[in-house]
């Protein structure tokens, strides 16, 4: 979906692809259905309807009890003499409490309830919206939100015809809203490529495949540059050469890089694992069939780069992205095994379903070595214990620099992707009798004795882990968010890097 503004005051989005390009006028247009706002401090005007529909307007409030609590809707089916023939009050609670991230969960959710009544055009009165002095902002938010839910990944279904809404949005300042909306438009295409490349089934989403899918990135200036399993070994990164060893394709490094100013680079370090069997130490249950979402911090990580030069965002940032598939055959790494990483540290393999920090060990090293970045964070599906520990809701974020920690949580209540400190420690647990370092900790929180392993590949440079497990994969629509993959990252770290 994309948003266009004439110098009129309505903001036009079409809600699909394939949505008719409509020119409009300063009125609130003639459409299929009227969204309109009311807080719960006082009621609205809608002195632009006509007397019988405000009437039966505020006949349907009364009887609903509705005080504008914030989500809360009231439907109409407008008179026969309306213009409108569905009329839809939302509710904005406080408009003081009003935010961006509340306007972007609530565009989602509106979106979503018009799309199941099957209407085709629609007008949201934004001009409404009052307490707050930016409302330009809070519309391209909630045109945001509208975008984000809308996008859903369809290739393997036979009947999926995507509906097209047209959204007119009346704002006051339609050039501010157009400009603060071209941003995040941006930012929706770097999530939408971290969506698709998350949701895709794994036998289509390769380690092959997904740098084929980075050098479609060269077209915006972004330098792409993949090594292959000799070219990773030669240098030697034996840690994530030895977890791709057991696939026929074998790993790769993907490394994608937007140098949008002549600063210091900020590397962006993903795990990519297009499917994880779990190796020898193989996965049970019906979880496995969850695991071509595995490569999700990759995702990330390369949409963050997509937004950025889409943007011509005055950054410079790197991605380097270990690939890999963890799969089971005579070459495949057993438990017990030892490799060696680039950094010189030798691993013993205890469980080769722990393959993840070893594949960002060699990432965060080339990372380093290459780019020598003032800031490195690194992003992945880690560990099952994150999700014991935190659910679906907060991501866990690890370091031992307190100021990126809250740069990073706060970037994230914005929009939408929250963050829960975890702790840094248990290092002695990842003493091995025969190996530098064990690939998990006996005993312990496993995704803080993750995160212990990973920051020995930090060296000096500021460093945040960013565990995403149970995140990146959404069994339901929720707000702004839809089913499938859900892009996690993306916004946050888009949101950082644009304003750190």
Known sequence: ??????????????????????????????????????SNAAASSYSFLDKD??????????????????????ELLAPVDSKYSRILVVGLGDTEQLDVSKLTKLGGNIHAKLQAKKVGSISVAFDQVTGKADNAELAAQFAHGINLRDHTFNVYKKDAKPQSLTYHLNVADNQAA????????????????????????ASEMTPVDFANAAKELEKLGVTVTVLEPKE????????????????????????????????????????????????????????????????????????????????????????????????????????????????????EVVNTDAEGRLVLSDAMWYARKHFSPEIMIDIATLTGSKVSALGD??????????????????????????????????????????ADLKNVGSGGPGATTAAAFLQKFAGDTRWVHLDIAGNALSSKSQDEVPEGGTGFGVRLLSEWLLNK
């Open 53 to 74: 529909t405000q009437k039966q307007l505020t006949k349907a409030l009364a009887a609903e009890q509705f005080k504008g609590d914030f989500g809360k809707t009231v």
């Open 232 to 347: 990773i070994l030669a240098l030697g990164m034996g840690a994530l050469e030895g977890v791709g060893r057991g696939s026929s394709q074998g790993s790769r490094l993907v490394v994608a890089h937007y140098k949008g100013s002549d600063s210091t680079p900020v590397a962006l370090v993903g795990k990519g694992i297009t499917f994880d069997s779990g190796g020898y130490s193989l996965k049970t249950g019906a979880s496995i069939a969850r695991m071509k979402s595995d490569m999700a911090g990759a995702a990330a990580a390369l949409g963050t780069v997509k937004a950025m030069a889409l943007s011509k965002a005055e950054v410079n940032v790197v991605a380097v992205m270990g690939m890999a598939a963890n799969m089971v055959s005579q070459y495949a790494v057993a438990p017990g095994d030892v490799l060696r990483t680039a950094e010189g540290l030798s691993v």
């Open 393 to 434: 809701r907060y991501a866990g974020i690890f370091s031992n620099d307190d100021t990126l920690v809250q740069e990073l949580t706060f970037a994230g209540k914005q929009v939408n992707e929250n963050l829960w400190r975890l702790p840094l420690g248990y290092e002695d647990m990842l003493k091995s009798d025969i």
């Open 178 to 201: 157009q400009d603060k909306y071209q941003t995040l438009a941006h930012i929706q295409q770097g999530v939408f490529l971290a969506r698709d490349l998350t949701s895709e089934v």
């Open 1 to 38: 979906m994309n948003l266009k503004l004439t110098m009129t005051a309505l903001a036009l989005i079409s809600a699909s692809a394939t949505a008719a390009d409509i020119e409009f006028t300063k009125r609130i247009n003639d459409a299929d259905a009227l969204v309109l706002f009311q």
